[in-house]
Nanobody, 122 residues
Framework: QVQLVESGGGLVQAGGSLRLSCAAS????????MGWFRQAPGKEREFVAA????????YYADSVKGRFTISRDNAKNTAFLQMNNLKPEDTAIYYC???????????????RGQGTQVTVSS
């Protein structure tokens, strides 16, 4: 089993930045990909970004490309999501997930965190 804990959410004004963290523990050797997803009120959960743990390859949703950066610290088994130039439409609960395969589908991920709230005021 892999346990994931997100942190770093909060309230920020439009144009501001936040850095989310996702700390993994347990059988982290089984992780191949880690993804970030978000769910806004009344909307479906959507893919934000993903990183392949061994190669550092990264993938982004078009809506965040150029503003968000996903990275990881192998030694700390932690993934990060640096979010710059935040917009009110970025307001959502952000979740991290880990899996043995890369996917943009939340339901493909074996391990999922509880989420952290990000609120962007206009």
């Amino acid at each position: 089993q892999v346990q994931l804990v997100e942190s770093g959410g909060g309230l920020v004004q439009a144009g501001g930045s936040l850095r989310l963290s996702c700390a993994a523990s347990g059988r982290t050797g089984s992780m191949y990909a880690m993804g970030w997803f978000r769910q806004a009120p009344g909307k479906e959960r959507e893919f934000v970004a993903a990183i392949i743990w061994s190669t550092d390859s990264t993938y982004y949703a078009d809506s965040v490309k150029g503003r968000f950066t996903i990275s990881r610290d192998n030694a700390k088994n932690t993934a990060f999501l640096q979010m710059n130039n935040l917009k009110p439409e970025d307001t959502a609960i952000y979740y991290c997930a880990a899996n043995r395969l890369y996917s943009r589908n939340w339901y493909d991920y074996d391990y999922r965190g509880q989420g952290t709230q990000v609120t962007v005021s206009s």
